[in-house]
């Protein structure tokens, strides 16, 4: 009730407001209850402006009758007239079919238009097919859908013809634009994401490098700044770390392992203390990361836009004569950068129109990028799926062995063409605007369609497991450890031959190791008697006595004792010299033989009457050992 009210006061208020404008809006075109235009001029048109104010009107409407007369003309002429077509094979645009009486017909969104308007304006028509199934170009003309319009051999070319600058010397585009043609890139589903897997998936290249570069150059720098503050301290306490424990210690730090180093200065324990921080954030970081790619990473595909394919020099595919072959060819338009990949032989224009070949073939056998525009690449892929889903009902990764980019590899807008000196565009395009509007065209065009995605990107019903891709790092560590280790091992090998050979040397120049005939004896017969030695086994280094018994050395105690030996060793000595041995121990003085420090241990080596070396130790322990070993 007061809603009522309100209204009836405010259109009493409204009545008694004064008119504030009587005239029309100047331009603006007035129409009568019936329809009828209104050719009344103002009578508040003050006396100068008259003759303008009564031309202006007087101008439009003659165009707007002429124009209203040529329409009513045109749908005179064109009622019952027999129109020739011309389209191309395009699935699902625009294609045809022969019947058995071999008349062609039209199929397709394209003629569903086509039906649309002969319905509007009563026309027949005849359908045609240029010779090669291409667009036509200036250099690409002979044979093609453009010459056909061009020489007026067809009325109208209904089909989905991107509008290129270079062709619209031949035509005339609608000035109704049917659609903004997508061109897609098809390719073989990767087995893994483009931003990487497994070990190395967290992070990208450059922070592997410089993390790579702080393992280099922290430990040096640690061992530096250890130097410098302790030659400016004069601290005799903390002593500085070699360079290797320091390596080390970084190394260590990273596989999270302990250390034993035990700093004692505050500065050198905070340079230890940062680098643990360091490491710590950095594998925490690392670790859920790696957890998250594992899971609940986004799929992505190598190749998604034209700067991808160019720069990665990827083979791709697509239609001969059609938009993207043009556009590339074109030297103003935007595809004209991959011209370059047509004469190395990256590019291939196939004459085939049948997209379920050209995927095989070309894509799932050879591993093309098919470049197809996105209604028919969403039908083939389509198609696809349902065949390899009545093959195996529950695996989706046999489902979709495709996948589609998402950015566009290029973009045009469609029309339908006509001849230059045809106006049939002004009797169809009004109709074709309406339709394009209202969103028919669109609904059209994925009508074969279901409404959910096919196929995607990212499959998140397919449960992730690890494959020995993601695990393919980890094989190389190993690898290269164990091929580091032999390496290290030869190495080590190589070394210890070599100090044999200069250790040998510099015994011979002060006789050790020589026969009194000058036979040498080798170093590796050497170091098997030292531990033999070592191992108490008492056997004399450098003896060859074929399994005969040696005569034991003298006590122990005897060959250091100041006076001159005792009893036993003088029955000792005179046992060797019935057994044809003999100590030389220089005469009556205390000099036995010459002490040598070999292999961190102090030995006594003298010459036996054969003219062999042999070795006593000198240390408590071993020479306790080899006493017994010669006594008991």
Avoid at 315 to 331: D, K, P, Q
Avoid at 383 to 393: I, P, T
Avoid at 498 to 513: K, M
């Amino acid at each position: 009730m007061a809603s009522g009210i309100e209204l009836l006061v405010a259109a009493a208020l409204c009545l008694a407001c004064p008119p504030l404008n009587d005239t029309m809006p100047e331009g603006l075109i007035e129409l009568n209850p019936d329809g009828s235009l209104v050719t009344e001029t103002p009578l508040e048109v003050e006396a100068e402006d008259v003759g303008l104010a009564e031309r202006a009107p007087v101008e439009t409407l003659e165009v707007l009758r002429n124009k209203k007369e040529k329409l009513r003309n045109m749908k005179q002429w064109i009622n019952g007239k027999h129109l020739r077509i011309a389209t191309l094979e395009d699935y699902p645009l625009s294609y045809t079919e022969v019947l058995e009486n071999g008349t062609r017909i039209g199929q397709g969104v394209s003629f569903q238009i086509i039906e649309f308007l002969q319905k509007k304006f009563n026309f027949t028509y005849d359908v045609v097919v240029p010779q090669d199934n291409i667009i036509g170009s200036t250099t690409d003309l002979d044979r093609s859908l453009i010459e056909m319009v061009n020489n007026s051999n067809v009325d109208l070319a209904a089909a989905f013809i991107p509008s290129l600058s270079e062709q619209r010397t031949f035509v005339f585009y609608s000035t109704t634009t049917l659609d903004e043609g997508e061109w897609i890139m098809v390719m073989q589903r990767p087995r893994e994401s483009a931003s990487g897997s497994g070990l190395l998936a967290p992070f990208e290249f450059w922070v592997w490098i410089l993390i790579f570069v702080s393992l280099l150059a922290v430990g040096p720098i640690i061992y530096m700044l250890i130097i410098i503050r302790n030659r400016l301290t004069g601290d005799a306490v903390q002593q500085p770390y070699s360079l290797g424990h320091c390596a080390w210690f970084v190394y260590g730090a990273l596989m999270k392992q302990g250390s034993t180093l035990s700093p004692i200065a505050d500065s050198t324990r905070l340079l230890f203390a940062t680098w643990w921080i360091f490491i710590t954030i950095l594998t925490s970081f690392y670790t859920a990361n790696l957890t998250a790619f594992l899971t609940l990473s986004k799929f992505t595909l190598p190749y998604n836009t034209v700067n991808d394919i160019l720069s990665k020099n990827k083979h791709f595919v697509s239609l001969r004569g059609g938009g993207v072959e043009y556009a590339i060819r074109t030297t103003n338009e935007s595809l004209n950068m991959l011209n370059r990949m047509i004469y190395n032989n990256y590019a291939v224009f196939t004459d085939a129109s049948n997209d379920t070949y050209n995927l095989q073939n070309y894509v799932e056998r050879n591993g093309y990028v098919f470049v197809r525009d996105r209604p028919a690449i969403n039908i083939m892929l389509y198609r696809d799926y349902l065949y390899r889903k009545s093959v195996s009902f529950n695996d989706e990764k046999i489902h979709c062995p495709f996948a589609m980019a998402k950015e566009p590899f290029l973009k045009k807008k469609r029309t339908f063409a006509y001849p230059i000196a045809s106006n049939l565009s002004e009797l169809f395009d009004p109709e074709l605007l309406n339709l394009v509007e209202s969103g028919i065209i669109k609904h059209l065009s994925a009508r074969e369609l279901p409404s959910a995605e096919i196929c995607p990107q990212d499959l998140g019903s397919t449960e992730r497991q690890l494959r020995n891709g993601d695990l393919m790092m980890t094989y190389y560590i190993m690898l290269t450890g164990f091929a580091t280790a032999l390496a290290v091992f030869t190495t080590e090998l190589l070394f210890r031959y070599i100090n044999g050979r200069r250790e040998a040397n510099q015994w011979a120049r002060h006789g050790v190791g020589r026969t009194t005939n000058g036979q040498s004896i080798m170093p590796s017969r050497w170091l098997r008697g030292l531990r033999r030695l070592n191992s108490g086994e008492g056997q004399l280094l450098g003896t060859s006595t074929h399994g005969q018994n040696v005569t034991p050395p003298p006590p122990y105690q005897s060959i250091f004792s100041h006076g001159g030996g005792g009893g036993a060793e003088q029955r000792w000595r005179r046992a060797l010299d019935a057994n044809g041995h003999g100590l030389i121990l220089g005469g009556e003085q205390n000099a036995p033989g010459v002490r040598r420090l070999i292999n961190g241990r102090d030995y006594i080596v003298f010459r036996n009457s054969n003219g062999q070396s042999q070795l006593i130790p000198v240390r408590s322990p071993s020479a306790a050992l080899f006493q017994y070993t010669y006594t008991e």
